[in-house]
Nanobody, 120 residues
Framework: QVQLVESGVGLVQAGGSLRLSCAVSGRSIGFLRMGWFRQAPGKEREFVAV????????AYADSVKGRFTISRDNAKNTVYLQMNSLKPDDTAVYYC?????????????WGQGTQVTVSS
């Protein structure tokens, strides 16, 4: 059974930085496209970032481009999301995703989510 566990400090001031980690167990992520999604209160879950299995290709939502960076360490079976210049609009529950589907609309496996709150 695949398990994805997100971690990272949850409260930060606007303009600050935060790094989320996603540790995966139960299978190797080596050949999986990995990603991050988020869901803000009252809104649908949305795509944030995705990284190819080898790490050579990444893509980002326009709202985070230039501020967020996704990376992976296949040897540690872990994916990261570095978030800089955070804004209150970034406040959401962030979900790690394994096996992101074409169209970036979903994934095969999900973490339980971690709350990120950006105060103004």
């Amino acid at each position: 059974q695949v398990q994805l566990v997100e971690s990272g400090v949850g409260l930060v001031q606007a303009g600050g930085s935060l790094r989320l980690s996603c540790a995966v167990s139960g299978r190797s992520i080596g050949f999986l496209r990995m990603g991050w999604f988020r869901q803000a209160p009252g809104k649908e879950r949305e795509f944030v970032a995705v990284i190819s299995w080898g790490g050579g290709n990444t893509a980002y939502a326009d709202s985070v481009k230039g501020r967020f960076t996704i990376s992976r360490d296949n040897a540690k079976n872990t994916v990261y999301l570095q978030m800089n210049s955070l804004k209150p609009d970034d406040t959401a529950v962030y979900y790690c995703a394994a096996g992101v589907v074409n169209g970036l609309t979903g994934a095969r496996d999900w973490g339980q989510g971690t709350q990120v709150t950006v105060s103004s």
